[in-house]
């Protein structure tokens, strides 16, 4: 799932991200993270310059990640939000799409 928002609210969403997952790597750290999180950060691009992947758990055995985007704008910054290692259809995806009222 992703969201995109306006750069002037990049601060606070930052620090509420930073505030909600427990782990935070950007591409200087990244190094030091578990391989599924390596592996996960080189599958979407890498991380560069202020990009960030933010990681929670495991809970239930499903970890959760955020990918912080800044556009080349700076205007705009995206955060997908997804489960490490889970197919769409798997749960617990339907159960964080309701949440989210995400449909696809």
Known sequence: MTSSLPGEYAPNAEAIARRTF??????????????????????????????????????GGVIVFGLWWPWNDQETVSLRVGLLD????????????DIFGVSF
């Open 22 to 59: 427990r782990d935070v790597y950007n591409a200087r750290t990244l190094v030091h993270a578990p391989a599924n999180i390596v592996d996960l950060c080189e599958r979407t691009g890498g991380l560069r310059g202020n990009q960030h992947c933010f990681t929670l758990g495991p809970i």
């Open 86 to 97: 889970l197919e769409a259809n798997d749960e617990p995806y339907d159960t964080v799409r």
